[in-house]
């Protein structure tokens, strides 16, 4: 089945430093969805990316498909403490019904 | 955006009993439910997809017997841990979709804890 992996799993930056997180899908998407999880939460939809290599943003954060559809970035400039979380990434699956295959995740920590 | 409630939010039992968690979609038809689990420091696994009406269709590896899920409604999904085990401990979140929307709404989560 259909695999999605980001990288890195964990990182850890000062407050001001940018982050990004990078997601790659074993096979081909149609689209690309963003969440934020803070700690103890549950997953809020940020974003949803369609076009090959749209770029989206929101404020501070900056997303990107790519050219082949089959990865993703997430980048933030200039992290604040409210950036806290873990971000995933998630590729739709057609198997009847659309299901979403979440990334592995990466865990923001931003030190104030 | 849309509102899902879940419930209870956490719960604790003894081994061997069942607990049923429910889902509710409170100001939209959720076409589609999805169930997840996630352990500590891990990624949401989707247990299984459920359409209004009709068997769920679970993930490899998910035990359907062990893992009751009915969605009687366009907003209400049930999730039954069946006879529950102390490795059946983790965080249950359930979403709805409907082909209106883009995006998933989650509900704030179950955490299951088995003595």
């Known amino acids: 089945g259909q695999q999605v992996m980001q990288i890195p799993q964990y990182q850890h930056v000062q407050e001001g430093e940018d982050f990004t997180t990078y997601c790659n899908s074993s096979?081909?998407?149609?689209?690309i969805q963003w969440y934020k999880q803070r700690p103890g939460g549950h997953p809020v939809f940020l974003i949803q990316l369609v076009k090959s290599g749209e770029v989206k943003k929101q404020k501070r954060l900056t997303f990107q498909f790519g050219e082949a559809k089959k990865n993703s970035s997430l980048h933030i400039t200039a992290t604040q403490t409210t950036d806290v979380g873990t971000y995933f990434c998630?590729?739709?699956?057609?198997?009847?019904?659309?299901?979403?295959?979440f990334g592995t995740g990466t865990r923001l920590k931003v030190l104030a | 955006g849309a509102v899902v409630s879940q419930h209870p939010s956490w719960v604790i039992c003894k081994s061997g009993t069942s607990v049923k968690i429910e889902c509710r979609s409170l100001d939209f038809q959720a076409t589609t439910m999805f169930w997840y689990r996630q352990f500590p420091k891990q990624s949401l696994m989707l247990m299984a997809t459920s359409n209004e009406g009709s068997k769920a269709t679970y993930e490899q590896g998910v035990e359907k017997d062990k893992f009751l899920i009915n969605h009687a409604s366009l907003t209400l999904s049930t999730l039954t841990v069946t006879s529950a085990h102390p490795e059946d401990s983790s965080f249950y979140i359930c979403?709805?979709?409907?082909?209106?929307?883009?995006?998933?709404?989650f509900g704030p989560g179950t955490r299951l804890t088995v003595l």
């Open positions: 979403s709805g979709g409907a082909f209106s929307y883009n995006e998933q709404f």
């Open positions: 998630a590729g739709p699956e057609w198997m009847g019904t659309y299901k979403y295959i």
């Open positions: 096979t081909t998407l149609s689209n």
